[in-house]
């Protein structure tokens, strides 16, 4: 295990390193289209500076298909990079199959696990993965940690990104921040132990969720695979309402439409449209995280928010007035703008 | 710090100001994802703003041109590497964050108090376009460089100029505009901050090429989401450092005064924290370990390369010998530093080269 | 991104939320935008005899700056002639409602969708007039629009 500044740091560390080591005998890493921002980046970095990287499409549930992964790697194949859970949908790739097929084709497996630790069991050895990025606050622990797992056998080298002093076995140099490296640990910690209890109860929190809003709502779609998901997340497209205008609305509620990352611009989400969901309903999504401060009184809550202003929202959109006249939107020739 | 244990040791690490404490806390129980558009992003992106502020008017630059990062060491990795300049100059005594980011940087040599040779420097720059990454105040020595004249042969000759200032922020004014430099790397935990959290400067219009790759933070220059307990602690350090250390002058003074042993760099500017010290014939590892023992912590050359004692660079660079530098230990206070921390010193210094010397066992050099 | 009292206003109260007959010879109806670009905003008018524009609706899904966009020129145009309404910058809008840089093309639809319900309507009636000078020159009362 190496500190890093975060998962940033450790997605960028663990592809740019292993690559960089490897480079005059494999000149190829495989990724997902639907990856974090910073592992998509690092690829394109490494396209520049004469990589091939394959990016591999995603089923409609978001979920990478095994055949397709096993196709696209070749004996110049260095890593395979594939998130252990989406950031923004939720779902959980099939971490057991990935890393055998990358054994049997002898590439490293490399996995963002950011949003996965603490929240899904993970084991290196079951999954054969190589290098794995863990994040701190997305643990509940602080922000500006976060860390690298390294195979020691067999062996994974690495170049390093930071150098200097030579902390952490050279892998990544700088004075260690010892408060947050603690505040890591006994959160790694304490999720370790509540995992599965927490688990449960989020499960059920998010079928609460669903259901209220259903119940209430027609034309509301969940992006994403529903079963191979962490309870703790919701992506739906609430159709006809635009999602920054119901964010807008419900003051009381923290989400966010696509992920946090990019949601200041205005670009819908590349991996809902990766999905093969419609712009138009990209446009509609918003993502609902639920985590271990989260109550079922405030589930009830925010059920209630977000049906009142669907509603308000609805009644004021052109498209839903279409929709209740019986106009298919997308007959109408819409002026680029 | 109390008199029972003097902390000796603040160009390692500085103890946490209060202020900053303060401010993490706060930041740290608000939560929230600075990129986030809901409110809660929003406060915490105030708090980064705010820091930002902080941090700009301790080195004499604009918000706009601070980039936070997880320290120094990341800081001078990217400021080496991103300027885009091939040929580099670095000085023969810097940090080895900076020699190692560009190994095969061309050294300039530094005289016997370790100050640049800037007839070397000029004479280097001639050849080319470069980049000259020359540090403000040395982390062993405390030595500091002149920098507004390196700053003048650099530019007259169309060099990019960037300054390690991690140990010299919040210890003597440092003014990046006022100076001229391009590029300048802080430390937060350096001056009262806390650690994991530092920043580059980069001025408004100097050619800047990131390369972590990411969400787009820090205006595309260092992807990663905020650490926004780190910035906002480092902010209040920021300010909190303002007024500099001129207090602790005296006790260098003092220490310099009491003690026999050399002391390194003397001949040059330093700032009013850092003594590099010999004790004639006593190992430096010895000294460190004794002194820790009557309550005094100091170190042996630099901290990083904790535990392992190598033989020191920068007393090397500057034509010590192997045998004396070995029995440099540097002594550096800080904002808490008070006059009963030297007296303690002073004392324990006193009598472990009393008992040395006077039983002459065998922890003398070789 | 923080916005402005004004435009908080405007989105939280919208103001001529609504549907006017698009059939009705004196109204105008503005349809701008495209949903694939997370903006469309309906706009409409009713022209009164006297020229002046009496009514205004409007319909938007988009984000709040262009709710309140489309929710403030029903307002401005109200009571105005349409050559007077159709003067209305986008610049005016932005500034009111204080948009912020990444937001000033909500102002630009909104300004498209008032000058599409004028086109609209000066279509309708100058149908209508030319309807009416047929009439009157030939003496005929056959003519009729759906002839």
């Not at chain 1, 059920?303 to 609805?314: A, G, I, T």
């Not at chain 2, 993490?24 to 929230?32: D, F, H, Q, S, T």
């Not at chain 2, 091939?86 to 190692?100: F, T, Y």
Request: charged share 25%; net charge negative; glycine share 10%.
């Amino acid at each position: 295990m190496i500190f890093t500044s975060g998962a940033t740091e450790s997605n960028n560390l663990a592809i740019r390193g292993v690559a960089e080591f490897y480079k005059d005998r494999k000149n190829h890493v495989v990724t997902t289209m639907t990856e974090h921002k910073c592992v998509l980046d690092t690829c394109r970095h490494l396209e520049q500076s004469g990589f091939e990287v394959t990016y591999l499409p995603v089923q409609k549930n978001g979920l990478v298909d095994l055949e397709v992964l096993r196709n696209a790697i070749t004996d110049r194949t260095v890593v395979v990079s594939i998130m252990a859970v989406n950031n923004e949908i939720g779902v959980i790739q099939p971490l057991e199959e990935i890393g055998k097929i990358c054994r049997e084709k002898k590439t490293f497996f490399h996995t963002d696990a950011a949003q996965a630790a603490g929240k899904i069991p993970l084991d290196v050895e079951k999954m054969n993965i190589d290098l794995m990025s863990i994040s701190g606050h997305k643990i509940y622990g602080p922000k500006g940690i976060g860390a690298l797992y390294v195979r020691r056998k067999p062996r994974v080298r690495l170049v390093p990104l930071i150098v200097g002093g030579g902390q952490e076995r050279g892998f990544r140099s700088g004075t260690l921040p010892t408060p947050l490296c603690v505040g890591l640990g006994e959160a790694a910690e304490i999720c370790a132990k509540e995992m599965d209890g927490e688990a449960k109860r989020l499960k059920k929190l998010q079928e609460r969720m669903l259901k209220g809003l259903n119940d209430k709502l027609s034309d509301i779609v969940v992006n994403g695979d529903l079963e191979q998901r962490i309870p703790g997340n919701l992506n739906i497209s609430f159709a006809y309402v635009e999602g920054e205008s119901l964010m807008m609305g419900i003051k009381g509620l923290s989400v966010s439409s696509g992920s946090a990352c990019t949601s200041a611009s205005l670009e819908p989400s590349y991996v809902l449209r990766a999905l093969g969901v419609e712009e138009d309903m990209a446009h509609t999504s918003l993502r609902i995280g639920l985590g271990r401060f989260t109550t079922e009184q405030e589930v009830d809550t925010a059920v209630d928010e977000l049906v009142r202003h669907v509603n308000k929202l609805r009644a004021m959109s052109p498209l839903w007035e279409m929709a209740q006249e019986g106009i298919d939107i997308k007959s109408i020739e819409w002026a680029a703008h | 710090m109390s008199a029972a244990y003097a902390y000796l040791d603040h160009n390692a690490t500085s103890p946490l100001r209060p202020v900053a404490l303060d401010a993490m806390v706060e930041a740290l129980r608000a939560g929230g994802n600075p990129s986030s558009v809901h409110r809660a992003g929003r406060a915490a992106r105030a708090r980064i703003d705010r820091a930002r502020r902080q941090v700009a008017d301790l080195v004499g630059a604009l918000p706009a041109e601070v980039v936070f990062t997880s320290g120094g060491t990341e800081a001078n990795n990217m400021a080496l590497r991103g300027a885009g300049r091939r040929r580099v100059l670095v000085s023969a005594v810097e940090h080895e964050s900076v020699l190692k980011a560009v190994p095969e940087a061309a050294r300039i040599a530094v005289d016997g108090d370790g100050v640049v040779d800037l007839a070397a420097l000029e004479r280097m720059l001639a050849e080319g376009p470069a980049l000259v990454s020359v540090m403000f105040a040395n982390n062993e020595t405390g030595v500091i460089q002149p920098i507004a004249e390196i700053v003048r042969l650099a530019r007259a000759a169309g060099a990019l100029i960037h300054c390690d200032a991690v140990q010299a922020a919040g210890k003597v004014a440092v003014d990046l505009h006022g100076l001229g430099l391009d590029y300048l790397s802080l430390s937060a935990h350096k001056l009262g901050g806390p650690p994991g959290i530092g920043a580059l400067v980069v001025r408004a219009d100097a050619p800047f090429a990131t390369d972590r790759a990411g969400g787009g933070q820090e205006s595309n220059r260092r992807a990663g989401t905020e650490n926004v307990g780190g910035i906002a602690g480092l902010g209040a350090a920021a300010e909190a450092s303002r007024s500099g250390l001129d207090g602790v002058a005296g006790m260098r003074d003092r220490l310099e005064a009491s003690l026999p042993g050399r002391v390194f760099g003397a001949g040059a500017a330093r700032p009013p924290n850092t003594t590099c010290l010999s004790m004639p014939g006593v190992k430096a590892e010895t000294q460190v370990m004794a002194l820790d023992l009557g309550g005094v912590a100091v170190s042996a050359g630099s901290a990083c390369s904790s535990g392992k004692v190598s033989r020191s660079a920068v007393l090397a660079a500057m034509g010590i010998d192997p045998a004396e530098a070995a029995t440099a230990i540097r002594i550096s206070c800080g904002w808490n530093t008070v006059f009963e921390d030297i007296e303690r010193l002073i004392a324990a210094w006193q009598g472990l080269y009393i008992r040395v010397t006077q039983s002459d066992i065998s922890q003398r050099a070789a | 991104m923080s916005y402005s009292e004004k435009l908080i206003d405007h989105y939280e109260n919208p103001r001529n939320i609504g549907t006017l007959d698009k059939n009705s010879e004196d109204v105008g109806t503005g349809l701008v935008g495209a949903p694939a670009c997370g903006d469309v905003m309906k706009l409409q008018i009713k022209v009164g005899a006297d020229g002046l524009i009496e009514d205004a609706k409007f319909k938007t899904f988009g984000c709040g700056s262009a709710i309140a966009s489309s929710s403030l020129v029903t307002e401005w145009v109200k009571g105005k002639t349409i050559d007077e309404a159709e003067t209305i910058k986008n610049t005016d809008i932005a500034k009111h409602l204080a948009l912020p840089p990444v937001k000033i093309h909500c102002s630009v639809l909104a300004e498209d969708a008032i000058k599409a319900a004028i086109a609209d309507y000066r279509a309708k009636s100058a149908k209508k007039d030319d309807i009416t000078d047929t009439r009157s020159d030939s003496g005929h009362e056959h003519a009729h629009p759906n002839d």
